[in-house]
């Protein structure tokens, strides 16, 4: 049986909707997000359905596979240079191809509310 909590006008709330209440825009307004940002989330939402705590965890996600992505093309460029250091062609052209890498995959998403939606869920989940 899970945890039941009672408001303050008498209603109960399950467990599972205290989760949801995290996810408020109160909760996330206070946590750094902009009413402008918290629009553009809304304007997703009406569009495209699901709720607050869905587009945030996705956001997340997606600003997580950045991360990675990010990493593994700084890694790739560290070792083009230091295995081509004598041929600086091979060396700026990897270079070039690790920089529109890493923008197509940051402006496919909003990155500023990527990181924030990735830091919310982080303090969250701890």
């Known amino acids: 049986m899970g945890l039941m909590l009672q408001v303050a006008d008498g209603t109960e709330l399950s467990d599972k909707d205290v989760d949801a209440m995290d996810f408020s825009k109160e909760h996330l307004l206070a946590s750094g997000f902009t009413a402008k940002e918290l629009q553009k989330l809304q304007i997703n939402i009406d569009n495209f359905g699901g709720t607050f705590e869905e587009v945030v965890r996705e ?40 920089l529109i890498a890493i923008s197509i995959m940051a402006f496919s998403q909003p990155p500023i509310i990527s990181f924030k939606c990735w830091r919310f869920c982080k303090k969250e989940d701890h």
């Open 59 to 98: 956001l997340a996600r997606r600003f997580t596979i950045f991360l990675w992505v990010f990493i593994c093309c700084i890694s790739f460029f560290a070792f083009l240079l230091y295995s081509k250091s004598d041929d600086m062609g091979y060396v700026f052209c990897g270079g070039i191809s690790m």
